[in-house]
Nanobody, 115 residues
Framework: QVHLVQSGGGLVQSGGSLRLSCAASGLNFKIYTLNWYRQAPGRERELVANISSSGSTNYLESVEGRFTISRDNAWNRVYLQMNDLKPDDTATYYC?????????WGQGTQVTVTS
């Protein structure tokens, strides 16, 4: 059984930083692409960043240069460092992995950025 457990997030002022963490179990972590999504009220869930098994990364254009995704294969964790946060970054953030033709999701973490 695949489990993703998130930590981090919270309330921060505009320009501040937060770090999200996601601990995975039940899968051969190092071979999978790991994703961070977010969903704001009334909006579709969107892909924020992902990191492949080789370490290649992709970012949503609006977070490029401010957010950094990383992974630690020794500890089965994926991170999202978020700097220079803006009110538009306010959302619930989810880590995700697609394994065995199934999408697995973390429990979600609220990030609220005040102006």
């Amino acid at each position: 059984q695949v489990h993703l457990v998130q930590s981090g997030g919270g309330l921060v002022q505009s320009g501040g930083s937060l770090r999200l963490s996601c601990a995975a179990s039940g899968l051969n972590f190092k071979i999978y692409t790991l994703n961070w999504y977010r969903q704001a009220p009334g909006r579709e869930r969107e892909l924020v960043a992902n990191i492949s098994s080789s370490g290649s990364t992709n970012y949503l254009e609006s977070v490029e240069g401010r957010f950094t995704i990383s992974r630690d294969n020794a500890w089965n964790r994926v991170y999202l460092q978020m700097n220079d946060l803006k009110p538009d970054d306010t959302a619930t953030y989810y880590c995700n992995v697609r394994a065995r033709s199934t999408n697995f999701w973390g429990q979600g973490t609220q990030v609220t950025v005040t102006s």
